[in-house]
């Protein structure tokens, strides 16, 4: 019985599904430790709450924007890229172009209406560099999720893990210089400067190797780009929402509980990333398979469920038992209740590995307004519940919108799309829509 278990998981190990999942947790650690030390090293350069909330709510904002001007062909060109027949090249290109225009519009908006987005960020203001950075980083950045999605398209997500590993790299190389010369400036100029030099690797060796012939060149395609819109800008609006609670909520605890309470939300939430990743990142890799084999889901799902499951237990235990020592590690003046927020984010990552698995079933079946309807719901409760809940039980009110949006969501997800339809066997043998 031992030695079937063991031969079980061994093929599961060796098979396309884990390969993927594993490369794309082994990003998902990186970019989490990474992004860790990043924060570390900004928080002890700056000493101040105050600073470190602003640089939050700075890269916050620019996360936001790059979300949006993907127009969700990140998510499209995984699902149609591998069945792809026309020029795989000429797609890609085509969503990099459209994307970084959007990306560059949406840039000059947010500069004339900054202080509605970065209500604290009147020195800021004051800096001339914030313009040129700002804009930059802006077309830069939307390049990242449309570059990753074509790797792991084309079941390459080692890929992704070279390009996060040198931008990480370089990320950490830079604030102590440009932080030195251009205060919270420098925290986007850091992210600048990697962003530019991990997707010219990607561009000039990476990419190429994937798809024999590709050359970056700005172009449009229509036709190209029509095979994929609707169904990208459908999961493009439930992405939005995806991202969309975590800016709302720095601007909101902002604008409630000043910028050295942005610090004290942003670095548990930080923390808490860690685990709302993992799932995340199995699901990817879950949508992956299903795109290319969609009648084996509901033994990937099992499968992924093995994978996913221990780890959230370990990472929730860890940060229960070991968080006020990662807070401590900042040295900044967190209050108690920056670690009750945390362990209220941390036990709310199996809600979120619950949404997220379904995100990657319903994105295989096409069911866009199902997930347009998740992501908007838990947005839009999360918010109005934290600013309620907020001026009553402080930053721990936060951490109770988020994990009653999070579970009440999950609970219905299992209510209406699990029990609707009979079981869980007939949801996963049901056929893709459209």
């Given amino acids: 019985m031992a030695s079937d278990l063991v031969k079980e998981v061994m093929e599961d190990i060796r098979s396309p599904l884990y390969k993927n999942a594993i490369f794309l947790i082994f990003h998902t650690l990186l970019v989490a430790g990474a992004g860790f030390l990043f924060w570390l090293i900004v928080a002890r350069l700056f000493g101040n709450e105050e600073a470190v909330g602003q640089a939050l709510l700075l890269v916050s904002v620019i996360t ?44 000059v908006l947010i500069l004339l209406t900054v202080n509605v987005w970065f209500p604290a960020g009147a020195n800021v203001l004051s800096l001339a560099t914030l313009v040129p950075i700002f804009f930059l980083l802006a077309v830069v950045s939307v390049a990242v999720p449309i570059v990753d999605s074509g790797f792991v398209a084309g079941r390459k997500a080692s890929y992704v893990v070279l390009r996060s590993s040198l931008f990480q790299a370089v990320r950490l190389a830079t604030p102590l210089i440009l932080i030195g010369l251009l205060g919270v400036i420098g925290v986007l100029a850091s992210l600048m400067v990697a962003h530019i030099l991990a997707l010219a690797v ?92 969609s009648d084996r889901l509901r033994q990937d799902l099992r ?28 040295d900044l003046r967190f209050q108690p209740e920056s670690l009750r927020l945390l362990r209220l984010l941390a036990v709310s990552a199996i809600f979120v590995a619950v949404n997220g698995l379904f995100i990657a079933v319903a994105r295989v079946m096409k ?3 199902a997930i347009i ?46 029990l609707k339809r009979g079981s869980i066997r007939a949801l996963l043998t049901a056929t893709p829509e459209g």
């Avoid at 699902?79 to 000429?90: A, H, I, T, V």
């Avoid at 800008?233 to 509980?257: D, K, M, Q, R």
């Avoid at 469920?305 to 006020?324: D, K, Q, S, T």
């Avoid at 918010?383 to 009553?392: D, I, N, R, T």
């Fill in 202 to 293: 990607a561009f000039v060796f990476l990419l190429p190797r994937l798809y024999p012939g590709f050359r970056l060149k700005p172009v449009v395609d229509r036709d190209l780009l029509g095979e994929m819109f609707h169904f990208s800008l459908g999961n493009h609006v439930g992405e939005i929402f995806h991202v969309l609670p975590y800016p709302a909520l720095l601007i909101l605890v902002s604008w409630l509980a000043g910028s050295a309470a942005v610090t004290f939300f942003g670095i548990p939430w930080l923390i808490a990333g860690l685990l709302f990743s993992v799932p995340m990142m199995a699901s990817t890799s879950l949508y992956v398979e299903g795109s290319h084999f």
């Fill in 303 to 330: 499968r992924t469920l093995r994978f996913v499951l221990p780890l959230l237990v370990l990472g929730i235990a860890f940060i229960w038992f070991f968080g006020e020592w990662l807070l401590s590690l900042f």
């Fill in 367 to 369: 069911w866009v307004k």
């Fill in 64 to 107: 936001l924007l790059t979300t949006v001007s993907t127009l969700g062909f990140g998510t499209g060109l995984i699902r149609f890229l591998p069945n792809s027949k026309g020029d795989r090249s000429r797609m890609v290109n085509s969503t990099l172009t459209v994307s970084a225009i959007v990306a560059a519009a949406l840039a």
């Fill in 373 to 418: 309807g998740l992501w908007a719901y838990v947005a839009v409760s999360t918010v109005v519940l934290a600013y309620f809940l907020l001026p009553v039980y402080g930053l721990e009110g936060v951490g109770y919108a988020w994990l009653l949006g999070n579970g009440t969501a999950a609970l219905a997800v299992m209510v209406a799309y699990l």
